[in-house]
């Protein structure tokens, strides 16, 4: 097992979908940052040696990542609602917010507009 930012992580799996897997780290920042510490792209993390594991730690503890990325989404959202724009009105009321069509199939994103809290769906 591989320790990276306090996950556990098997020694099988690729270092692109351990850093994948964290909340704010997509294919294009995981792939430059693999390509800082010179890691292949088809790399396992129980070939990487122990020193850049470190350091890869050392990366992602700088960057905004997790609990931090996911509050900076809801203060972007909060104060669109605050404001009263169309969009804040949009989330508040659980309706698709980029102008997708409401007519038919807005279930996906009346369940993405909403966050889970205790077992039960609520709007933001």
Same mark, same amino acid.
């Given at each position: 097992m591989v320790l990276i930012m306090g996950v556990n992580f098997?020694? *099988?799996?690729?270092? *692109?979908?351990?850093?994948?897997?964290?909340?704010?780290?997509?294919?294009?920042?995981?792939?430059?940052?693999?390509? *800082?510490?010179?890691?292949?792209?088809?790399?396992?993390?129980?070939?990487?040696?122990? *020193? %850049?594991? %470190?350091?890869?730690?050392?990366?992602?503890?700088?960057?905004?990542?997790?609990?931090?990325?996911r509050r900076i989404v809801q203060d972007n959202i909060k104060r669109l609602r605050d404001m009263g724009t169309y969009r804040g009105r949009r989330h508040a009321m659980g309706l698709p917010v980029r102008g997708q069509r409401t007519r038919t199939q807005i279930e996906t994103a009346r369940k993405l507009n909403c966050l889970e809290r205790g077992g039960t769906y609520s709007k933001i």
């Open positions: 098997h020694e *099988k799996k690729l270092v *692109k979908k351990a850093l994948e897997s964290f909340y704010g780290l997509g294919p294009q920042l995981s792939a430059r940052i693999m390509a *800082k510490y010179t890691i292949h792209p088809l790399a396992r993390l129980g070939t990487v040696p122990p *020193k %850049t594991i %470190t350091a890869l730690t050392t990366e992602l503890s700088t960057m905004t990542i997790e609990n931090d990325a």
